[in-house]
């Protein structure tokens, strides 16, 4: 059985940072991508950012620049790295990992809020 733990949101002034982790767990296999999603109130899922198992990345262009997504291979975490951050940043932030042969499992979102 998959689990996907995240973990680092919380609320946070403009203009500063929140780092976001999310780690994956049990009968797993391969992984080829992760990456990170955002969904506010009342709005579709959006891409945030994501990297594959080769190391390639993208980026949603509002946050290019500001966010850095990065990985740990060997213990199948990706941690998003989020800096000057903006009240439309403000969302449900979820973990997205896409195994070879289980196809796509989502964590449980970690709410991410910024103030004004």
């Known amino acids: 059985q998959v689990q996907l733990v995240e973990s680092g949101g919380g609320l946070v002034q403009a203009g500063g940072s929140l780092r976001l982790f999310c780690a994956a767990s049990g009968s797993i296999g391969g992984i080829a991508a992760m990456g990170w999603y955002r969904q506010a109130p009342g709005k579709q899922r959006d891409l945030v950012a994501t990297?594959?198992?080769?190391?390639?990345?993208t980026y949603a262009d509002s946050v290019l620049g500001r966010f850095t997504i990065s990985r740990d291979g060997t213990k199948n975490t990706v941690y998003l790295l989020m800096n000057s951050l903006k009240p439309e940043d403000t969302a449900v932030y979820y973990c997205?990992?896409?195994?070879?042969?289980?196809?796509?499992?989502w964590g449980q979102g970690t709410q991410v809020t910024v103030s004004s």
């Open positions: 997205n990992t896409k195994f070879f042969l289980l196809g796509d499992y």
């Open positions: 990297i594959s198992n080769s190391g390639g990345t």
